[in-house]
C-alpha cells in the first residue's frame, strides 16, 4: 500500500503510495510515475502528522471500498 523511502538526489525522505493516483491531496507528487504518488518530507521540520494520518485513511478505504482489488 506504501512505502518509506530516501531521494537519492534530494536526500529527503518520502511515503510513495502505490495506488497514489486515486488519492488527491495537494501535498501529494506523481512527478512521472503512472500509479504511485510521493508525501516528501523535510527533514529539518516536524513530521506533517494529520496530513500522514489522512492520507492512510484515504489509502485504506481504497482497498476497503473495493476501488482498488486485493489479490487473493
Known amino acids: 500500500m ?3 523511502w530516501v531521494d537519492k538526489k534530494l536526500k ?3 511515503v510513495g ?3 497514489g493516483k486515486w488519492l ?3 501535498d501529494l507528487v506523481i512527478e ?3 500509479r504511485i504518488k510521493i508525501l516528501r518530507f523535510d527533514p529539518n521540520n516536524d ?3 494529520t496530513t500522514i494520518e ?3 485513511q484515504q ?4 482497498y476497503n471500498n473495493g476501488v482498488v482489488k486485493i489479490k487473493e
Do not use: Q
Request: aromatic content about 16%.
Open 12 to 14: 529527503f525522505p518520502y
Open 59 to 62: 489509502a485504506i478505504n481504497l
Open 17 to 19: 503510495f502505490i495506488e
Open 47 to 49: 513530521l506533517p502528522i
Open 54 to 56: 489522512t492520507l492512510l
Open 2 to 4: 506504501c512505502y518509506l
Open 32 to 34: 512521472n510515475r503512472s
Open 24 to 26: 488527491d491531496h495537494p
